[in-house]
């Protein structure tokens, strides 16, 4: 299946390839603006100067913009550190956490819901698909309640940031149907060996779901690293929130009138972003394509 479509895929018309350039330079463009913008002086920024540089210009880049963001925003009270730095740590901390709960919990839900049986079985993954039905924005206000005093007593905490999203509906459905295409013959032969479900999992089942388990952390890190509203929600101390809400309150103080520091910051944030999917790229388009729809 998959070679047919490549075959396909090499014999389409160029027209197609044109218009995947001209939209995939299209997307890029924000980024290279974001990215020259960062290393431009107040001055060209501006008078709106897309190259200030050698041989067009006479400026050079300034790659103190950097510095002189990360100064701007602050430093925490606690640390000393710089506010930047503290709230990199704080996202840092929050998306691992957040990854490595959702990929443990989508991981043993999908194996179960894949390879052993129960009573309510499909009831119960009927359930698991409802749940993305909901946009967030539904559950938004009642779980930021259940955040207060009067119920669990985490607001302004890590518990806040990271336990509501330790499991994915979304996460546990596409390792569940790349589960299903495993071969139900593997499972025989393992147990001739003497292999239980555990040693089955961690030895045979995992290293060949690794392209959708991948991919799921991958979607799982972009989506903890920009996370915005929640966090703003069920924070109020400035050394609790992650670079999002950080790069916000940057841009309505002073840095909303230097957009030369603001995307500094906005590539210091994107940063991250930009390198795990350069390094993961291989198993996320992999996790993409061969995952079915079987079961």
Do not use: C
């Not at 197609?16 to 350039?21: A, K, Q």
């Not at 431009?40 to 510095?67: A, H, M, R």
């Not at 295409?181 to 045979?204: K, S």
Request: net charge neutral; aromatic share 14%.
């Amino acid at each position: 299946m998959i070679s047919k479509a490549r075959s396909s895929i090499t014999g389409a018309n160029p027209a197609i390839y044109v218009v995947l350039t001209i939209s995939a330079v299209a997307a890029l463009i924000p980024f290279i603006w974001m990215l020259m913008t960062s290393v431009k002086t107040f001055g060209d920024t501006l008078s709106l100067t897309i190259w200030p540089w050698p041989p067009f210009g006479k400026s050079v880049p300034q790659f103190n913009n950097f510095g002189d963001a990360i100064r701007q925003i602050g430093v925490d009270r606690e640390t000393g550190l710089p506010l930047f730095v503290r709230q990199f740590l704080n996202t840092s901390f929050v998306t691992a956490v957040i990854v490595v709960g959702v990929t443990t919990t989508s991981i043993m839900a999908a194996y179960a819901f894949a390879n052993l049986e129960f009573p309510g079985k499909r009831f119960i993954f009927l359930i698991v698909l409802l749940t993305l039905m909901f946009p967030d924005d539904l559950t938004l206000i009642p779980r930021a309640v259940m955040m207060f005093k009067n119920y669990l007593d985490w607001y302004d905490s890590y518990l806040a940031l990271t336990i509501p999203f330790i499991a994915s509906a979304f996460g546990i459905f596409l390792v569940r149907q790349f589960m299903m295409q495993i071969p139900a013959d593997l499972f025989d032969a393992a147990q001739i060996d003497g292999a239980g479900h555990i040693r089955y999992l961690t030895q045979i089942v995992i290293p060949l779901a690794r392209p959708a388990i991948v991919t799921i952390a991958l979607f799982h890190f972009i989506w903890t690293w920009n996370e915005f509203k929640w966090t703003q929600l069920v924070t109020k101390d400035v050394n609790m929130r992650t670079v999002s809400v950080g790069m916000q309150d940057f841009l309505q103080g002073d840095g909303g009138t230097n957009a030369h520091l603001a995307m500094a910051v906005a590539v210091m944030v994107v940063l991250p972003i930009i390198l795990l999917y350069l390094f993961t790229q291989k198993y996320f388009t992999e996790g993409i394509t061969t995952t079915g729809l079987k079961g």
